[in-house]
Each structure stands twice: as structure tokens, then as C-alpha cells.
């Protein structure tokens, strides 16, 4: 079974771009998650979609972050325009269930994308 | 107040030893505690989970939970090379998971 992938792997853009990250969560799964860390911080949640909805994005920073996930399967983070506070690496996570419990359910993550921002 | 804590490291323990990473955490109401391990670049690859106080055994890995003292450990028995990562602890509250800042282990052959 493939796990969480994420497009790209890396990306190097100039402040006031736009880019967009990928996520493909594992079949099957209905949550998908965003996460960012920035240099050395902790890893910060963003937000969680169940299917297409979004559940929760309390995370987001500010409106430059749009995050759609149309069908239910991958999802993507749009950055526009850019700037140098949000060079980090994005992670996204998928988990099978949301009990909506606070034992929280096995979320299970990609490699990330590491975005810089010149 | 930080959510989770961890500390840094790195924290270096010769091949065959018993390495010990500690982790405590703000809210009292939290039940449930994960511990991931990264490698450079890598995903964070959940290692084990744990909701009771005590201990729980997965292998050569052991969890340890202290609920009145708002601290989760993970202890790595027979460490070896290869056990070299970041190893981060993970709170969750509903849907979002908390991360400290993980710790640095370093296994020396």
C-alpha cells in the first residue's frame, strides 16, 4: 500500500510568487491534514479536511493560504503571493477515521515539501 | 507555554545502550500520546502509541506514561546505529496533533 506522497519535493521561489503543494493522502483514507514546520519550530497543524469538507483550519496563518481538496482524494496548498515567513517544509497526513474524540486517531504522514522563499 | 516539550539533544549513547527521551505536555485533559521517528528528510514514521499510565513494550521500544506528571517517555533498549533520528512526541486534542520540537538521537558504533 503506498503511503502519503507529497509534490514537490522541493521548491525554491522569489517573495511575491505563487505555489501550490500536492498531497495524495492513502487510498482510502477520508481525513487529510496539513502541517508546517518552519526552522526550528515544532511542527504546527494547519488543517483538516473529512472528505472534501474542511473540519478544521485554525492553523491557517492568514488568506494567503488556500487549501482545496475537490472530490475527496488529493489536496492542494496554494501560497499566494509568498513571503519569506513562510519558507518551511509542509507535511501532510492522512488518517482513516476522526473519531472526533480527544484520543485522536494514527495519523500517518508524508515526506514534506520544502518551500523556500527568496 | 509550549504545548509539548521536548528536549533538543542531541542526546548520543553508545551502540547496545538503553537511549531514554523524554517528553512532558501542557493539558491535563490529553489521552493520548504518540511518538514518530524521522530520518533527514524523511516522513515522521509513528513508532507506538499509548493511552493507559505505565508502560507498554513494542519490540526493543518502550513508552512510559505519568499522567499526574504530564510526562511520556520513550526508551530504545539495545540502541543501535541505525536508531539515529529525530524522535518526536505528539499530543493530540480532536483533530489536530501537537509536536514538540523533538530530540536528536545519536547512536555511536
Known amino acids: 500500500e503506498a503511503g502519503v506522497t507529497q509534490f514537490p519535493s522541493h521548491s525554491v521561489i522569489e517573495k511575491g510568487q505563487t505555489v501550490t503543494l500536492r498531497c495524495d493522502p492513502i487510498?482510502?483514507?477520508?481525513?487529510l491534514y496539513w502541517y508546517r514546520r518552519v526552522m526550528g519550530k515544532e511542527i504546527k497543524f494547519l488543517l483538516h479536511?473529512?472528505?472534501?469538507?474542511?473540519?478544521?483550519e485554525s492553523g491557517m496563518p492568514n488568506n494567503r493560504f488556500l487549501a482545496e481538496r475537490t472530490g475527496g482524494t488529493y489536496s492542494t496548498l496554494k501560497v499566494q503571493p509568498a513571503e519569506l515567513e513562510d519558507s518551511g517544509v509542509y507535511f501532510c497526513?492522512?488518517?482513516?477515521?476522526?473519531?472526533?474524540?480527544?484520543?485522536?486517531?494514527?495519523?500517518?504522514f508524508g515526506p514534506g515539501t520544502r518551500l523556500t522563499v527568496l | 507555554q509550549k504545548e509539548v516539550e521536548q528536549n533538543s539533544g542531541p542526546l548520543s549513547v553508545p551502540e547496545g545502550a538503553i537511549a531514554s527521551l523524554n517528553c512532558t505536555y501542557s493539558?491535563?485533559?490529553?489521552?493520548?500520546f504518540f511518538w514518530y521517528r524521522q530520518y533527514s528528510g524523511k516522513s515522521p514514521e509513528l513508532i507506538m502509541f499509548?493511552?493507559?499510565?505505565g508502560d507498554k513494550e513494542d519490540g526493543r521500544f518502550t513508552a512510559q506514561l505519568n499522567k499526574a506528571s504530564q510526562y511520556v517517555s520513550l526508551l530504545i533498549r539495545d540502541s543501535q546505529p541505525s536508531d539515529s533520528a529525530t524522535y518526536l512526541c505528539?499530543?493530540?486534542?480532536?483533530?489536530?496533533?501537537?509536536f514538540g520540537s523533538g530530540t536528536k538521537l545519536n547512536v555511536k558504533p
Open positions: 493539558d491535563r485533559g490529553s489521552q493520548s
Open positions: 487510498s482510502g483514507h477520508d481525513n
Open positions: 499509548i493511552y493507559s499510565n
Open positions: 479536511f473529512v472528505k472534501e469538507s474542511k473540519q478544521d
Open positions: 497526513a492522512s488518517s482513516q477515521t476522526w473519531t472526533s474524540g480527544v484520543f485522536g486517531d494514527t495519523q500517518y
Open positions: 505528539a499530543v493530540p486534542n480532536f483533530n489536530k496533533f501537537y
